[in-house]
């Protein structure tokens, strides 16, 4: 089992920066992948990007360029760099991974990311 907590969320004007951090309560390098999902109200939840256990990375078209997904393994930890903003992206940010065999989803609470000036 894991536990992710994401923060760094905030509000933010367009074109501003901002970067979020999910947390793992034990040693990430054994996922296969983790992700970064977002949900805007009365909207589904959208993957956003993918970083796997050897760093390898792919990002929606809707955030390429823009975004910058990396991670810590002495820190546990999987950041997402989100720079020039817009207020589509408006939305609440979830990180995610699967248990071995695929059997369980993990999620964290979320974290919301507010673009609006």
């Known amino acids: 089992q894991v536990q992710l907590v994401e923060s760094g969320g905030g509000l933010v004007q367009p074109g501003g920066s901002l970067r979020l951090s999910c947390a793992a309560s034990?040693?990430?390098?054994?996922?296969?992948?983790i992700n970064w999902y977002r949900q805007a109200p009365g909207k589904q939840r959208d993957l956003v990007a993918t970083?796997?256990?050897?760093?390898?990375?792919n990002y929606a078209d809707s955030v390429k360029g823009r975004f910058t997904i990396s991670k810590d393994n002495a820190k546990n930890t999987v950041y997402l760099q989100m720079n020039s903003l817009k207020p589509e992206d408006t939305a609440v940010y979830y990180c995610?991974?699967?248990?071995?065999?695929?059997?369980?989803?993990?999620w964290g609470q979320g974290t919301q990311v507010t673009v609006s000036s």
């Open positions: 995610n991974t699967k248990s071995r065999y695929g059997f369980f989803d993990y």
């Open positions: 034990r040693s990430i390098v054994s996922f296969g992948a």
């Open positions: 970083i796997t256990s050897d760093g390898s990375t």
